[in-house]
């Protein structure tokens, strides 16, 4: 068996050498399919690892809670354009009392909006959100110039801001923003305080954010008594569930909740966050694969036109080695060797063209000032080789097949 599969091989690469451009123009759709596959797993990995880095760089000890109900390993209602207002600051101010809930050491509240922001003759659309003072004892934020505002500022509804470092070269350019007034939504706010420059990705970036006290959100900008979200850091990450069982119970309390009355909020932590996460990023990442594998299968389908159309100028060929004693079996293997042989190759050159070009993406990605890791998937690479063997197979058999069933006589008075 092993002596035939040599002579194959040995044949396989004579074909090959015989004709060279039939060759390329053979492997060129397995080698564009390949990479296709390849680029699309390790920027999805790059992707993913991105999205839960963020969310573990402020500590697995969090718990977020989000008004409105929804299932336990599904998306908030708020995903689906729905405005809950189901949860307020005195929930906040309830959960974060010791003799309530113990184990809670801090709490925030946030509310979201959208505005211009203008200093002088600049403009620049901006996402602001409005946060309790105590953000800085939850989130990793670092304060580069002035201060973040305190109780007393959220108290007396101060019309004062925090801004990211790069929102505050948009509004002041090279000038120290540090006690200068800007409009946002017509109402005039001083900075008090400038981040350190953190760097994003392309679903958040710190840098971007306008942070201002969440009563002055809430009565000057919005008009609202509700909370879009309440997060809640933890002493220790053993007590999230028995704090959350308590999370629950009060608000359930609080909110009249009785019997099996559905909640109309969600309890969170970030451990659920990460799965839940992970679990998306995952079905998008194998979607999008499969999606760009369609290429491979295309390029299945030119190995199979190519080797039909060889077949047919090699019929001669075959039917002198029958005349010589050759098995339909040594036949069949070396049509179906060329076409693993021809997959494989195109399987290996795949393989390095999407790890360039995925070192090029991440290249890119990071010149616009994003911490993009890059990473190679061995899986990726695996199933790239495994692929290529099992498309030269499938479909090379066919051919394979209709060149062992040619009969020598006919083939040897073929034109």
Known sequence: MMRQIAQSLVMAFRNFSVSKMRTLLTILGIVIGIAAVFLVMSIGASAQQLILSQIRSNGSNLIGILPGASDENGPPASVFGIVPTTLTSDDLDALINERNIPHIV????????????????????????????????????????????????????????????????????????????????????????VLEERGGSPFSNPDQTIYIPLETAQKLLLGIGHLNAIRLRVDDEKNIPRVSIDIRALLRDRHDIRGDEPDDFSVRNTASAITTLSNITNILKYFLAFVAGISLFVGGIGIMNIMLIALKQRIREVGLRKALGARDGDILLQFLVEAILLSLAGGIFGFF?????????????????????????????????????????????????????????????YE
């Open 353 to 413: 063209v999407g790890v360039v070009l995925t070192f090029l993406v991440s290249i890119g990605i990071r010149t616009l000032g994003y911490e993009w890791e890059f990473i190679l998937t061995f899986q990726a690479a695996g199933v790239a080789m495994i692929v290529s063997i099992l498309v030269g197979v499938f479909f090379g058999l066919s051919p394979a097949r209709h060149a062992a069933r040619i009969s020598p006589m006919e083939a040897l008075r």
């Open 106 to 193: 801090a709490g925030s509240g946030y509310v979201t909006g959208l505005a211009v922001a203008s200093f002088r003759s600049q403009s620049v659309p901006v996402s602001y959100q409005g946060v309790s003072a105590t953000i800085v004892d939850i989130e990793t934020i670092s304060v580069g110039s002035g201060r973040f505002f305190d109780k007393d500022d959220g108290n007396s509804l101060a019309r004062v801001a925090v801004l990211g470092s790069e929102r505050a070269r948009d509004l002041f350019g090279l000038e120290n923003p540090i006690g200068k007034r800007f409009s946002l939504q017509a109402v005039s706010f001083s900075v008090i305080g």
